[in-house]
């Protein structure tokens, strides 16, 4: 059973503060992914890695960066965190090179700016 | 131009009867698959249906059908005999193999499904 799991459900920062969200998976997927949910928005791609060390940009990657030192970890870091990053962030991991693969996701991280 | 696109932000469904929700898609590649998932109160994306572009047959998944008419570009998710527990966001994606996306999902902006007792 694929399990993508992420640090926190929910967190409540000030503006200014580095926030880290880590998401971990354990099916050896070479794939991971961070989205960000908002209403009305659906979701939208921040950065994708297909490997260890490696990232892509998304679609809206300002203001954020990501970590991929370890396969089954990848990290979405909020520099200095602001008012319009509050958000649902969403972590996602998947097959490399299958389009018939689905992506599975992680229970979602509830993150509030203050 | 969005990629895919669902007109309904919200619906509502008597308990056990069918409801569809609509999905159309945007795209010149020939080969491209479609999901389909659920997104309950949690917070957590549930994965329901695939269907590929060359699937001659339209794709069943226990309650959940998807009726693929390629040359109108649309996608839309049928569920049979309607419950409480499918009262959620319902969002339609999709992944092409050759577009400029990447080989990347990109979903739609998802429509609110409450089924009524």
């Known amino acids: 059973d694929v399990k993508v799991t992420q640090s926190s459900r929910y967190l409540v920062k000030r503006t200014g503060e580095k926030v880290f969200l880590e998401c971990v998976q354990d099916?050896?997927?070479?794939?991971m992914f961070w989205y960000r949910q908002d209403p009305g928005l659906g979701l939208r791609l921040i950065y994708f890695?297909?490997?260890?060390?490696?990232?892509e940009k998304g679609d809206i990657p300002e203001g954020y960066s990501v970590s991929r030192e370890k396969k089954e970890r990848f990290s979405l870091i909020l520099e200095s965190a602001s008012t319009n990053q509050t958000s649902m962030y969403l972590c996602?991991?998947?097959?490399?090179?299958?389009?018939?693969?689905?992506?599975?996701f992680g229970p979602g991280t509830r993150l509030l700016v203050l | 131009a969005q990629k895919i696109t669902q007109t309904q932000p919200g619906m509502f469904v008597q308990e056990k009867e069918a409801v569809t929700l609509d999905c159309t898609y945007d795209?010149?590649?020939?080969?491209?698959?479609l999901f389909w998932y659920k997104q309950p109160s949690s917070g957590e994306m549930i994965f329901l249906i695939y269907q590929g572009s060359y699937d001659e047959q339209n794709a069943t998944e226990g309650r959940y059908s998807l009726n693929f008419q390629k040359a109108r570009k649309s996608a839309n998710l049928v569920i049979s005999a309607s419950q409480l527990g499918d009262s959620a966001m319902y969002f339609c994606?999709?992944?092409?193999?050759?577009?400029?996306?990447?080989?990347?999902?990109?979903f739609g902006k998802g429509t609110k499904l409450s089924v009524k007792p």
């Open positions: 099916m050896d997927h070479e794939n």
């Open positions: 795209t010149s590649d020939q080969s491209y698959g």
């Open positions: 996602a991991s998947g097959l490399y090179g299958s389009s018939q693969e689905t992506q599975y």
């Open positions: 890695s297909y490997d260890v060390k490696m990232k």
């Open positions: 994606a999709m992944r092409e193999i050759h577009g400029g996306s990447q080989g990347n999902l990109i």
